[in-house]
């Protein structure tokens, strides 16, 4: 049942990340409560900017966001001498 839950959850979430937790709920038919546990322990998701996203990154987003984060760190210090 749990399981059911969390996939009809995820399916809402993937057609419009912009919802809250009680209109995901409400289209589910679950309560709120329940509905914040799936999204937060078992989908693993957290509210960034007004949408749920997962909360861990991917190994090649992480090179990334260090890349970019290196470029610009050596940006900053060209500046400053």
Same mark, same amino acid.
Not at 43 to 68: C, E, I, S
């Given at each position: 049942?749990?399981?059911?839950?969390?996939?009809?959850?995820?399916?809402?979430? $993937?057609?419009?990340?912009?919802?809250?937790?009680?209109?995901?709920?409400?289209?589910?038919?679950?309560?709120?409560?329940?509905?914040?546990?799936?999204?937060?322990?078992?989908?693993?998701?957290? @509210?960034?900017?007004?949408?749920?996203?997962? @909360?861990?990154?991917?190994?090649?987003?992480?090179?990334?966001?260090?890349?970019?984060?290196?470029?610009?760190?050596? $940006?900053?210090?060209?500046?400053?001498?």
């Amino acid at each position: 049942m749990y399981n059911d839950h969390a996939e009809k959850v995820l399916a809402v979430i $993937r057609r419009n990340r912009r919802l809250t937790v009680r209109e995901v709920a409400e289209e589910v038919g679950i309560c709120k409560s329940s509905c914040h546990l799936i999204l937060t322990d078992k989908l693993k998701m957290r @509210r960034v900017a007004a949408k749920f996203v997962p @909360r861990l990154l991917t190994d090649a987003r992480k090179d990334n966001r260090f890349t970019v984060r290196s470029c610009l760190i050596i $940006r900053m210090l060209r500046k400053t001498f």
